[in-house]
């Protein structure tokens, strides 16, 4: 099965800094990918879809990389607010899976004022 | 309504008793999914529905388990004999497009906080 890797622990940085949150993942390359943000007791918001054949996408202060020789997607938070503290899911998509969305348990980014 | 409304918010259940989780998507949506969230864990796929139709249920655990849309909007999922593994936060998700056209992004319910005691 598939397996999706994400920060285990905790990232704290500081109000103003770039937050890089990495998504690894094994075996067959997703079709494409998702990043979604879960705040405490809510369920999980949509932020940036990226295609296999994308390199990069940006939104705002966003900005998603895919890398699919390293197997791997990167996920950036500019100029950081203590308001971007949350839990943030990678998830790609699988055609072998039918498309459905494989989830990481996501990390937590905490921007300190 | 403007989101995905899901009910109730909290559950409490004595083990061995049944549940209904009831999940109302954003009307139009074609695409409907059940997910259960492990504290500390990513959401896992439980089963999927196109209108009506559920055409996917590989995640569903056990045949306690059971989901239903009959008429292609309100969703229920039903989990009987509730165990204490059970306990988890259901998430419903639904999304404008049939899934498999790969662009698709999914909007979340709050989700139903069960817990078996």
């Known amino acids: 099965s598939q397996k999706i890797e994400q920060n285990s622990e905790a990232l704290n940085i500081q109000e103003g800094k770039t937050a890089t949150l990495t998504c690894n993942y094994t075996?067959?390359?997703?079709?494409?990918l998702q990043w979604y943000r879960q705040d405490p007791g809510r369920g999980p918001v949509f932020l940036l879809l990226?295609?296999?054949?994308?390199k990069e996408k940006r939104k705002e202060r966003l900005k998603v990389t895919f890398d699919t020789t390293l197997k791997q997607s990167l996920f950036h938070i500019t100029a950081s607010q203590p308001a971007d503290s949350a839990t943030y899911l990678c998830?790609?998509?699988?055609?072998?899976?039918?498309?459905?969305?494989?989830f990481g348990a996501g990390t937590i980014l905490r921007v300190k004022s | 309504g403007a989101g995905v409304s899901q009910s109730p918010r909290y559950k409490v259940a004595k083990r061995g008793q049944d549940v209904a989780l009831r999940c109302d998507p954003i009307?139009?949506?074609?695409?409907l999914f059940w997910y259960q969230q492990a504290l500390g864990q990513g959401p896992e796929f439980l089963t999927y529905?196109?209108?009506?139709?559920?055409?996917?249920k590989s995640g569903l655990p056990s045949d306690r388990f059971f989901a239903e849309r009959p008429e292609g909007s309100v969703s229920t999922l039903k989990i009987q004999r509730t165990q204490q593994e059970d306990s988890a936060v259901y998430l419903c998700?639904?999304?404008?497009?049939?899934?498999?056209?790969?662009?698709?992004?999914?909007?979340f319910g709050s989700g139903t906080q069960l817990s078996v005691l």
């Open positions: 075996n067959y390359s997703p079709a494409y």
């Open positions: 998830a790609p998509g699988y055609m072998e899976y039918g498309n459905k969305l494989v």
């Open positions: 529905f196109q209108n009506e139709a559920q055409l996917d």
């Open positions: 998700a639904s999304s404008f497009l049939a899934s498999g056209q790969g662009n698709e992004k999914l909007f």
């Open positions: 990226i295609r296999e054949n994308e």
């Open positions: 009307s139009g949506h074609v695409s």
